[in-house]
């Protein structure tokens, strides 16, 4: 059964104000040098085998739903990783 790990994050032309925040408390708890942080989502899906196991049909199915509902393709990059996992 294949399992899908899905990261979303803000594509980097756009400001991450939740990321500014968590820089500066990093800062103010003494971590001055932490240049930058990005906030973004982490997915793990369980997908149900396709027809014939099919993976460049699976990697569609992928990213249509990233692009439908998981992330939205303005504002973020998504990436996407499937490994086999035995049941």
């Known amino acids: 059964m ?7 994050t803000l594509k980097p032309t756009l400001l991450d104000a939740q990321g ?16 930058q942080v990005r906030i973004g ?13 099919d993976r460049q049909a699976l990697e569609n199915r992928i990213r249509e739903m ?6 939205n393709p303005v504002t973020e990059d998504y990436r996407f990783e499937i490994e086999e996992v035995k049941v």
């Open 20 to 35: 500014r925040v968590v820089k500066e408390a990093l800062h103010s708890l003494g971590y001055t040098d932490v240049e």
């Open 66 to 71: 990233c692009d439908r509902l998981l992330a």
């Open 2 to 8: 294949p399992q899908v790990k899905v990261i979303v």
């Open 41 to 53: 989502k982490y997915l793990e899906l369980q997908v149900g085998s396709l027809e014939g196991d």
